[in-house]
């Protein structure tokens, strides 16, 4: 019994740091709070949300028209917090009429991605 209990609070510690990083991978953001966006390629948008933070849209399908569209929606579905692909739709103006875009994962992106992203010619 001596050594169950030791090996149960280091299991529970692990299991514990692995939620706190999955919690910080799942950043959440409202939709409302989106302050501006820039298509990285295709498939591919950084969106701003506040002063600092920027999170990375991946896209189930190539949006041919994102890269040179001067705005976008943001779609939030099941409410206004969007914390993983599932969760949101982008949506782009564009010559034949408004194409809907499903959202497959969303990264928070560090200060330095940030920064070196916004940089990046498209």
């Excluded at 994102?66 to 782009?92: K, M, P, Y």
Aim: glycine residues 6%; hydrophobic residues 40%; aromatic residues 6%.
């Amino acid at each position: 019994m001596r050594f169950l209990l030791p090996a149960l609070l280091a299991a529970l510690a692990m299991s514990s740091t692995a939620h706190a990083a999955d919690a910080a991978k799942r950043s959440c953001f409202r939709n409302a709070d989106v302050d501006g966006f820039q298509a990285i390629d295709s498939d591919t948008v950084n969106v701003t949300v506040g002063v600092h933070d920027v999170y990375q849209l991946k896209l189930f399908s190539p949006s041919p028209d994102i890269d040179w569209t001067q705005r976008i929606g943001l779609e939030s579905r099941g409410g206004s917090w969007i914390c993983s692909g599932l969760d949101a739709v982008v949506i782009v103006p564009g010559p034949m009429g408004v194409q809907r875009y499903q959202v497959s994962d969303i990264r928070k992106l560090s200060p330095e991605e940030a920064k070196a992203s916004s940089k990046k010619p498209r």
